[in-house]
């Protein structure tokens, strides 16, 4: 199974804050990468998939970036809506497999 | 708009069985494979494998256990996670997710499974 390792597993932040989440595969799986976010007691949200792409209604301020084992998830300007769980899926091969996850929380 | 509805939490004794439901509607519903992942309290998440809503044939992850099953009913749109002989450890939220170009994009609201005796 490919394994995916978020940096941290808390983050803490301010409203403001430029943030970065890295994420690192143990093999290569191009740039099949997606990144959620979730918020306690609610089902994760789709942010970016194919390493870079933004969903629909996602704020701008989202973007991701990285190919091969390395990514990350960067948060321009946090704001007070921001602070949530993070994590990598990726579904380049089966298993798909989910990082341990990034709680992000106020400093 | 798409939308996955669903069942209510579940609270289960060791041994016992439970049916999970997941109703999709807003879209065509053979179009699009549906997943289901858990998610144990306090963790992270754990892909379960998926359904092709157009054959009905079921992928499981490596390692899950015989007694998860994936199933369908074409006609109410509705897939189905069967989980048989219960134990505590199977103790969690489960979500099914709809994908497109096989990333969920679409998840239901989430089904708390408890087994406690």
């Known amino acids: 199974d490919i394994q995916l390792t978020q940096s941290a597993s808390t983050l803490s932040a301010s409203v403001g804050d430029r943030v970065t989440i890295t994420c690192r595969a143990s093999?290569?799986?191009?740039?099949?990468l997606a990144w959620y976010q979730q918020k306690a007691g609610k089902a994760p949200n789709l942010l970016i998939y194919?390493?870079?792409t933004l969903e629909s209604g996602v704020p701008s301020r989202f973007s991701g970036s990285g190919s091969g084992t390395e990514f990350t998830l960067t948060i321009s300007s946090l704001q007070p809506d921001d602070f949530a769980t993070y994590y990598c899926?990726?579904?380049?091969?089966?298993?798909?497999?989910f990082g341990q996850g990034t709680r992000l929380d106020l400093k | 708009q798409v939308q996955l509805v669903q069942s209510g939490s579940e609270l289960k004794k060791p041994g016992a069985s439970v049916k999970v439901s997941c109703k999709a509607s807003?879209?065509?519903?053979?179009?699009?494979?549906l997943n289901w992942v858990r998610q144990a309290p306090g963790q992270g998440l754990e892909w379960m494998g998926w359904?092709?809503?157009?054959?009905?044939?079921?992928t499981y992850a490596q390692g899950l256990p015989g007694r998860f099953v994936f199933s369908l009913d074409t006609s109410v749109s509705t897939v189905y996670l069967e989980i048989s002989s219960l134990k505590a450890e199977d103790t969690a939220v489960y979500y099914c997710?709809?994908?497109?170009?096989?990333?969920?994009?679409?998840w239901g609201q989430g089904t708390l499974v408890a087994v406690s005796s």
């Open positions: 359904i092709n809503t157009n054959t009905g044939n079921p």
């Open positions: 997710a709809r994908s497109t170009s096989d990333v969920g994009n679409y």
């Open positions: 899926h990726q579904y380049y091969t089966y298993p798909y497999t």
């Open positions: 194919k390493t870079s």
């Open positions: 093999q290569s799986i191009n740039s099949w």
């Open positions: 807003g879209y065509i519903f053979s179009n699009y494979v």
